[in-house]
């Protein structure tokens, strides 16, 4: 579901087009969950401070395409339902940085801090009403 540009020209086919790749996804999570063995079906998604293994879509989509290009034959349906079930989300945390390399000119990531909120001072605030009555 690698979709990134839309292909249609009008807003109503924009929102068609959008409305089924959303209900595409939907269906393959819904396989996907589905298959998945009952016992971690029925679990929370965090039980006892551990998270409980989840359907894995990119799985799901690896398990549906091996059978559209005839790596998983269409009679086989137990071996569909093993992979699906084996289609799990992997609950390792990463141990390494996402940035591969450190680049000379390449300034850090720093998060946004929270915003200044200022407030008029009475001054202000008669300026701004002796202008805006003015300008009315």
């Given at each position: 579901m690698a979709k990134v540009k839309l292909q249609s020209r009008t807003v109503h086919l924009v929102h068609r087009e959008a409305e089924g790749a959303l209900l595409a996804t939907q269906l393959l999570l819904a396989q996907g969950v589905r298959a998945m063995p009952q016992r971690l079906r029925a679990l929370p998604v965090r039980r006892q401070g551990k998270a409980v293994p989840r359907c894995s879509p990119r799985q799901v989509l690896l398990?549906?395409?091996?059978?559209?290009?005839?790596h998983i034959g269409i009679r086989q349906q137990g071996r569909f339902r093993r992979r699906l079930a084996k289609a799990l989300r992997d609950l390792r945390r990463r141990r390494s940085p996402k940035?591969?390399?450190?680049?000379?000119?390449?300034?850090p990531h720093k998060p946004l801090k929270p915003p200044k909120i200022l407030t008029l001072t009475k001054d202000e605030k008669v300026l701004l009403h002796q202008l805006l009555g003015q300008a009315a």
């Open positions: 398990a549906i395409r091996a059978v559209i290009l005839g940035v591969k390399r450190v680049w000379p000119g390449r300034v």
